[in-house]
């Protein structure tokens, strides 16, 4: 299969492998959920029976939370198959507890890529008669296509025409300090192994001229970004050291420990704890946090 057949192996591979999600959903859950819900709250004017489809859900927090506020169906999506394994027991378990919200179904699928009206046709139940998703939705989940215009073209197809989409997104990493603070702390310790660079950018999305265009190149209209800032509570409910572990697992830090011996990773916690010691608070480890909220109309 070529580069052009499969354009985000790459992410697939990294995705399979982010145990650290699994592990860690219910404080990744709680670090984000309040941005999420608030991307959820500028979503005004959907119709009753309205069928949404979260892009990049990985463990499926918000596609559940979409299952409470609509009466159609929810549509999960993600290139994960560990992370939608992780979902469908969530949405099973969701399902037999609140089965008066909507019917949620998660499939594996390359958002850039798949035929999505398909899979949003046999989600609703609606065969034949699927007018396509009243809104496309993501919490951080649209940042990581090979090609961006072309994945949003190709959701912008499963949407009916006048649908929406919204989705949250991470302003630059001077606003995010968390990322930086982490990295540069386990950089002091051990170097960045060749070709060892993000695998997936959490900021790709950072200049909004860049969304704006894209989404316009997109043919999405109406293209508006209002910026969200707030907190994260990192590693919530939990130690210093703790908290240090946490950031340690994942993206860069983990990437570049790989292979070190025991030494060097406790070396490394201890600077990470140094590195985090200025941001406890009596909650916990907060960091400043800056994400834009992107809507925009087919
Ligand atoms: C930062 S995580 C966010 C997960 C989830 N939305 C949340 O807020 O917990 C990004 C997600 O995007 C997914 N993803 C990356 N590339 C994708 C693609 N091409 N198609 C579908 N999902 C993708 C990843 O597997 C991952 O679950």
Known sequence: MSVNDDPNAQQREFWRNADVWVQEQERLDAQLGHIGLAAMETVEGLPTEANVLDV????????????????GSVLGLDISETLIDVARRRG?????????????AFEIADAQTA???????????????FGGFDLVFS?????????SAAAFANLRAATRPGGQLAFVCWQTPRQNPWLVTVNKAVLEIVEMPDGGGPAVDPFAFADPDFVSDMLG??????????????????????????TAQFAM??????RALAGHP?????????????ALAPFETPKGV??????????ARN
């Open 217 to 242: 190149a997109a043919g999405w209209s109406d293209a508006g970004l209002e910026s969200f800032e707030t907190e994260v509570l990192y590693g919530v409910g939990s130690t210093l050291a703790d």
């Open 56 to 71: 990049g859900c990985g463990c499926g927090q918000t596609t559940l939370q979409w299952s409470e506020r609509v009466g």
């Open 92 to 104: 099973a378990a969701h399902a037999a507890e609140r089965p008066e919200t909507a019917p949620i």
């Open 286 to 295: 907060v960091f400043p946090a800056a994400a834009w909220i992107v809507t």
């Open 139 to 147: 919490r951080f989940g649209v940042m990581f296509f090979a090609d």
């Open 262 to 274: 025991p030494e060097l990773h406790a070396q490394a916690k201890d600077a990470v704890i140094a």
């Open 115 to 129: 035929d999505i009206a398909a899979l949003g046709a046999a989600a609703s139940g609606r065969n034949g008669v």
């Open 249 to 254: 697992d994942l993206g860069i830090a983990r």
